[in-house]
């Protein structure tokens, strides 16, 4: 695990934010409504699968993608669709709650991970 977080790459690291910011938003959140998360897999699935498309089919050349990628791609939709059904009504500003605590343990998280995997790095 050590080995991975110290070979992240920028990106993967800004990846991984995101996915803090929505798990924080999960956890103060959470709907067990069936039917939530049931649309959220459903429009994983439908905008998965464009993704999928458009990324290695949609071009001149087929490109291949490694399986984590093609999670990803499925993923994201499913974060962002539960994520806005979880905080609809919840009076927040984009992606921020009105309560400034959320945004700082949100914002805590991702900066002691940051700081874990640039320590890594050395």
Do not use: H
Request: charged share 10%; aromatic share 14%.
């Amino acid at each position: 695990m050590l080995n991975y977080l110290a070979s992240l790459t920028t990106a993967r690291l800004i990846l991984w934010c995101y996915f803090i910011w929505y798990l924080v938003v999960l956890v103060g959140y959470f709907d067990p409504n069936p039917a939530l998360w049931l649309t959220s897999l459903g429009l994983s699935l439908i905008i998965g699968f464009a993704l999928l498309i458009n990324t290695t089919a949609s071009g001149s050349k087929k490109i291949r993608l490694d399986r984590w990628q093609i999670f990803r791609l499925f993923l994201m939709p499913f974060c962002v669709s539960s994520f806005a059904a979880l905080v609809k009504g919840k009076g927040f500003v984009l992606i921020f709650s009105r309560k400034p605590s959320e945004v700082l343990i949100a914002v805590g998280i991702c900066a002691v991970f940051c700081a874990l995997v640039a320590l890594l790095k050395r």
